[in-house]
C-alpha cells in the first residue's frame, strides 16, 4: 500500500499549507500501514528564480515516474511579467502527465459551509456534481501566435481527446446505481468545435454507456443555472477547458473550501494523478501562518481516493474536515481561518482537522 | 424626435412580448411628441420557415438603414438540427451591423428584485456594473473548421477590434464624476490573444483615458467574484465575446429581469444599435400568455436612451417598472408573473406598467 509522491508546494501559501497536510498525510500512514515516499521538487516562481523557467525537464521526467504529483499553487506579483509566467510550470506538467480530465467537485462537506454560502441556503442544499474539465487540449494549448497587432489561439478538439475525456463522465456515472446523469456543456450553437464536440459525445455515449442519459447543455447558460437551480445538475458535468476553467470557479468556491484535484483516469486502480487546491498562491497573506489548509488537505483525500484506491482514509479525512468546521455549530470550539469568519491561523486549523483525523 | 425602427420579433414568446413592449412605446409617443416609423420583419426560426435561411440579405440590408433593430428572441426544438440555426440570424445581424459593444448591465431596478435573488441579500445589494461583451470578434466569428472528427475556431483579435470596444469602455466610464474603473477580463496568465487584448488596453487607456483607472483582472476567478462580492465590480466591466458571453449570463438573470441591449457606440447620439433581451424564446411557455414582459421593456428603455438620446422617457419606464414590480412590498396589489412567483399574465404585467408610465 501507499507509493511514490512528487510534492510541489510552489509559491506563496502553497508550501504553508502543503507542509500541513503532509502532516495529515503522515497520521494516515500510521492508521493505514501505507507508505508515501516523498520527493520534493520546484515548479512555478520559485523555480523560475532557481532554473529561469517555470518547470525544468528534469521535474517534468519526475511526473512521469511518480504515483501522483500534489501540488501547491503558484504564482505572485513578483514574477508579473515574466516570460515563461509560473502559471505555465502547471499548465506543462498537466499537458506532459496528459492530465486530460481535471475532476472538479462541488458539494458541501460541512452543514456550516452550506450556511455560508453566497447563495440562499434553500437553493444550494444537496448540491452534489463532479464537474469534469478536459485540460489538454481546446483553446489553452496549439500553436498560438502572439503579434504587435494580433493574437490567436486555435480552439481546436480531435476526436480522440474528446472520446477519452467524455469516456471517464461515462465512467464515473456508471459507478452509481442507477447511474447518474452527464450533462455535457458547450456553444454548439456558435462553436464548430462544440458542435464536434457534442456529435462524437453523443456517440461514445450512444455504444459505449447506453444505460447513462447524456444531456447537452449550453454552457453559457449553465453559468446562470448554477446559481439559480444548482443542484438540478447533481450527477456529471463534463467540458471543454475554457467552460470549464471558467465554469469550475464559479461552482468551486462558494460551494466549498473547494479543491480542484486533477486525474488522468486512463485505467481503474493504477491512475497516474495531478491533485492541486482550487486557490491561488493568495501572496497578500503569505509568510503570515493566515491561510487555510482544508483545500489542500481535502485534495490530499482525493489523491488517497483516486490514485491510491484508500477510499476508507479519504472518507476519513472528509468527514474530519467536516467536523471541525461544523465545531462551534455542534456545540464545540470555533476553529476556523479568517476566510471563514474565525480567527485560528493555519497551523492551529491543521492541529483540529489532525486531532479529528486521530479520533475517527 | 423619434425615428426608424426595425421590429424582429423572432420566436415562441418573442412576438408575445415585443407586442406588449411596443404598447408601452406608443404611450412614449403620446407624451414626448416623437415618432417611431416601424417596420416588422423576420428572424430565426420563423425566416428558416419562410425563406430557409435565419436571415434574409434583404432583411440585413435592412437592419443597415433604420436607427434601431428592436428584436425579440430567436429559436426553438422544432428548428433543433436545421442547418443554418435560428441563432444564427441574430449572430449575422450582429456581426453586419457591427455590433461591437454588447452592453450587459446588472443592476437592480427594483427592491422586491433585491430579495427574489438566490444570492443573499447582503453580498448582491447595491450590485451596479456595465458589462460590455465584444460581441463581433474572438472565436465566434471568423474561418471555423468542421470536419468528422476534428473542429476548430480560431479565437482571435485584431489591433482595432480591441481597440474600438475598450474605446466604449472608456467613454463610458468618462461619462461619470469622477470617472469609474473599468475592468478588463482575460485570461492573459494563458490565451495569447488575452495577452494581446491586455496590452492594446493599457495603450488605449493611457493615451486616451488618462483619468480612468483600468484593472486586469482573470475571467475565471471574475466568475468566482460575481458571486461571492460582486458589488466589487460596481463600474464597467469590458471583456472578449466569449468570456462575456458566460459572464453576463451569469450576472444577468439572477440580479434582475434583465436586459441585454446592444449597442455599436461608434459616435455620441447618432448610434445605431440593436436592442434584445437577456432571455431566450422559451417554447415551454409560448403561446400561453404567461412570458414575462419586463426584460423587453426594459430593452426599449435602454433603446431610447441609448440610440435616440431620450435619457427623461428610459428613466421614466425604469420607475414604473420598478413600481409594478414593488406594489405588493409598498402596500398595493401584486401583479407578477410566475418566474417572479405571481400569477399574472403577459398582458396584465404589462398594463400594470402602462399604467405606471401614464401615471408618471
Ligand atoms: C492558473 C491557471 C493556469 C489555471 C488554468 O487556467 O487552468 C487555473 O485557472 C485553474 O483553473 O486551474
Ligand atoms: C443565442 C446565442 C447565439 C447568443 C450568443 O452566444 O451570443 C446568446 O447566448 C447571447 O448571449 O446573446
Same mark, same amino acid.
Not at 512521469?64 to 506543462?92: K, M
Not at 496549439?142 to 481527446?161: A, L
Not at 476508507?312 to 470555533?334: M, Q, T, Y
Not at 476556523?336 to 486521530?358: C, F, N, P, Y
Given at each position: 500500500?501507499?507509493?511514490?509522491l512528487l510534492v510541489l508546494p510552489g509559491d506563496h501559501i502553497g508550501p504553508e499549507v502543503v507542509t500541513e497536510a503532509l502532516? &495529515?498525510?503522515?497520521?494516515?500512514?500510521?492508521?493505514?500501514? /501505507?507508505?508515501?515516499?516523498r520527493d520534493f521538487d520546484l515548479c512555478g516562481g520559485s523555480s523560475l528564480d532557481k532554473h529561469k523557467d517555470s518547470v525544468t525537464e528534469e521535474v517534468l521526467k519526475k511526473c512521469?515516474?511518480?504515483?501522483?504529483v500534489f501540488f501547491g499553487s503558484a504564482g505572485g506579483p513578483e514574477w508579473g511579467t515574466s516570460q515563461p509566467n509560473p502559471e505555465s510550470g502547471l499548465l506543462r506538467i498537466r499537458?506532459r502527465?496528459?492530465? %486530460? !480530465?481535471?475532476?472538479?467537485?462541488?458539494? %458541501? !462537506?460541512?452543514?456550516?459551509?452550506?450556511?455560508?454560502?453566497?447563495?440562499?441556503?434553500?437553493?444550494?442544499?444537496?448540491? $452534489?456534481?463532479?464537474?469534469?474539465?478536459?485540460?489538454?487540449?481546446?483553446?489553452?494549448?496549439? +500553436?498560438?501566435?502572439?503579434?504587435?497587432?494580433?493574437?490567436?489561439?486555435?480552439?481546436?478538439?480531435?476526436?480522440?481527446?474528446?472520446?477519452?475525456?467524455?469516456? *471517464?463522465?461515462?465512467?464515473?456515472?456508471?459507478?452509481? $446505481?442507477?447511474?447518474?446523469? *452527464?450533462?455535457? /456543456?458547450?456553444?454548439?450553437?456558435?462553436? #464548430?468545435?462544440?458542435? *464536434?464536440?457534442?456529435?462524437?459525445?453523443?456517440?461514445? =455515449?450512444?455504444?459505449? =454507456?447506453?444505460? &447513462?442519459?447524456?444531456?447537452?447543455?449550453? !454552457? $453559457?447558460?449553465?453559468?446562470?443555472?448554477?446559481?439559480?437551480?444548482?443542484?438540478? =445538475?447533481?450527477?456529471?458535468? *463534463?467540458?471543454?477547458?475554457?467552460?470549464?476553467?471558467?465554469?469550475?470557479?464559479?461552482?468551486?468556491?462558494? #460551494?466549498?473550501?473547494?479543491?480542484?484535484?486533477?486525474?488522468?483516469? +486512463?485505467?481503474?486502480?493504477?491512475?497516474?494523478?495531478l491533485y492541486e487546491p &482550487?486557490h491561488g498562491s493568495a501572496p497578500d497573506i503569505s509568510g503570515k501562518?493566515?491561510a +487555510?489548509?482544508? !483545500?489542500q &488537505?481535502?485534495?490530499?483525500?482525493?489523491?488517497?481516493?483516486?490514485?491510491? +484506491?484508500?477510499?476508507?482514509?479519504? $472518507?476519513?479525512?472528509?468527514? /474530519?474536515? /467536516?467536523?471541525?468546521?461544523?465545531?462551534?455549530?455542534?456545540?464545540?470550539?470555533?476553529?476556523?481561518?479568517?476566510?471563514?469568519?474565525?480567527?485560528?491561523?493555519t497551523?492551529?486549523?491543521?492541529?483540529?482537522?489532525?486531532?479529528?483525523?486521530?479520533?475517527?
Amino acid at each position: 500500500k501507499g507509493g511514490k509522491l512528487l510534492v510541489l508546494p510552489g509559491d506563496h501559501i502553497g508550501p504553508e499549507v502543503v507542509t500541513e497536510a503532509l502532516k &495529515v498525510l503522515d497520521i494516515i500512514e500510521e492508521y493505514s500501514g /501505507a507508505k508515501f515516499e516523498r520527493d520534493f521538487d520546484l515548479c512555478g516562481g520559485s523555480s523560475l528564480d532557481k532554473h529561469k523557467d517555470s518547470v525544468t525537464e528534469e521535474v517534468l521526467k519526475k511526473c512521469e515516474n511518480v504515483d501522483a504529483v500534489f501540488f501547491g499553487s503558484a504564482g505572485g506579483p513578483e514574477w508579473g511579467t515574466s516570460q515563461p509566467n509560473p502559471e505555465s510550470g502547471l499548465l506543462r506538467i498537466r499537458h506532459r502527465m496528459q492530465i %486530460f !480530465a481535471n475532476m472538479r467537485p462541488c458539494n %458541501f !462537506a460541512s452543514k456550516s459551509m452550506v450556511r455560508r454560502s453566497p447563495i440562499k441556503e434553500g437553493i444550494i442544499r444537496g448540491v $452534489d456534481f463532479m464537474l469534469i474539465r478536459e485540460n489538454c487540449g481546446g483553446a489553452y494549448y496549439g +500553436n498560438k501566435i502572439e503579434e504587435e497587432d494580433y493574437g490567436c489561439d486555435p480552439w481546436e478538439y480531435r476526436r480522440s481527446e474528446i472520446e477519452r475525456v467524455v469516456r *471517464v463522465a461515462g465512467a464515473l456515472a456508471m459507478q452509481h $446505481d442507477p447511474p447518474l446523469t *452527464v450533462w455535457s /456543456a458547450d456553444k454548439a450553437n456558435v462553436l #464548430a468545435s462544440s458542435r *464536434v464536440w457534442r456529435r462524437i459525445a453523443h456517440e461514445v =455515449f450512444d455504444k459505449e =454507456f447506453p444505460e &447513462v442519459t447524456l444531456r447537452d447543455q449550453l !454552457a $453559457d447558460s449553465l453559468a446562470m443555472l448554477f446559481i439559480t437551480k444548482p443542484t438540478a =445538475f447533481n450527477g456529471v458535468i *463534463v467540458t471543454d477547458n475554457t467552460f470549464g476553467d471558467i465554469l469550475s470557479d464559479e461552482s468551486g468556491p462558494p #460551494a466549498a473550501p473547494g479543491h480542484k484535484p486533477t486525474l488522468g483516469a +486512463n485505467s481503474a486502480g493504477g491512475v497516474i494523478g495531478l491533485y492541486e487546491p &482550487v486557490h491561488g498562491s493568495a501572496p497578500d497573506i503569505s509568510g503570515k501562518g493566515l491561510a +487555510n489548509p482544508v !483545500a489542500q &488537505v481535502l485534495s490530499l483525500a482525493m489523491m488517497l481516493r483516486y490514485s491510491f +484506491n484508500m477510499h476508507e482514509e479519504a $472518507d476519513l479525512i472528509e468527514k /474530519a474536515i /467536516a467536523n471541525v468546521l461544523d465545531s462551534k455549530e455542534d456545540g464545540g470550539l470555533e476553529v476556523r481561518t479568517g476566510d471563514l469568519g474565525g480567527k485560528a491561523g493555519t497551523r492551529e486549523m491543521s492541529e483540529a482537522i489532525q486531532g479529528e483525523v486521530k479520533k475517527l
